[in-house]
């Protein structure tokens, strides 16, 4: 009888040990923060939004910031409510900077989310851009000495415009050290993939791109980059 009941305490201790062991995982997901201004366009921040929301097993929050509490309205029109500001934002691990309406012009000029950039991305294990979204990490001076790049009908400006950054004209997805810059559009989808496979390994990032449907073209431009 001690015996038996010996082994049913074993069994449930380790059942206790294991549950505890997920609940660490799950209660320490890696947090992505998605920045959104007013007029962003829904492709390349919804992009890589629907990629991470595909990592298992709650390994990964995703989170939308931005300037205002109010709430923001796509380029398209589709209405939006944000989870935070950058005034109330969480410790990011990924930085997410899509792009929008106003990333030529009016984004960059927003001072107090250039200042969260800046400081968020000092302590992001990756931070990222999409499209347009690279002129505002260029003007939180984080393309400085960088590879990057950005909208194919905007990489000449770009370079013009942070002549210390080297501008990758014609590539989808660039990446320099932690920092992944993508063409935007379907390329959002493909540097989000790249980060997860970084974080999560290549099994993971394919089986996210097989639930996405990604065809091998997509695939091969995620990962290319990849550490051998």
């Not at 015996?3 to 040990?17: P, Q, R, S």
């Not at 298992?56 to 309205?73: C, E, P």
Request: hydrophobic share 45%.
């Amino acid at each position: 009888m001690k015996t038996y009941l010996l082994i049913v305490l074993t069994f449930l201790g380790l059942l206790a040990l294991n549950a505890a062991g997920q609940t660490t995982t799950n209660a320490n997901p890696v947090v992505v923060g998605i920045l959104v201004f007013d007029k962003a366009y829904i492709t390349e921040f919804a992009g890589p939004l629907d990629v991470y929301h595909h990592v298992a097993d709650g390994k990964v929050k995703v989170v939308l910031i931005s300037g205002t509490k109010k709430d923001l309205t796509t380029y398209e029109g589709l209405r939006i409510h944000t989870d935070y500001t950058v005034a109330d934002a969480p410790k990011i691990d990924v930085l997410v900077v899509p792009s929008g309406a106003g990333s030529l012009d009016t984004d960059p000029k927003n001072k107090a989310a250039l200042t969260w950039i800046k400081k968020t991305a000092a302590n992001a294990k990756f931070i990222t851009s999409h499209c347009e979204g690279a002129f505002l990490l260029a003007e939180a001076g984080l393309l400085a000495g960088k590879n990057a790049t950005t909208f194919q009908n905007d990489t000449g400006t770009l370079q013009s415009r942070f002549p210390t950054c080297s501008v990758q004209g014609g590539k989808r997805v660039v990446v320099d050290g932690n920092l992944v810059t993508s063409a935007g559009g379907l390329a959002s989808y493909e540097g989000a993939l790249y980060v997860v496979a970084r974080l999560f390994g290549e099994t993971e990032a394919k089986r996210i791109a097989g639930a996405l449907a990604f065809d091998q073209g997509n695939l091969t431009n995620a990962l290319a980059a990849l550490p051998k």
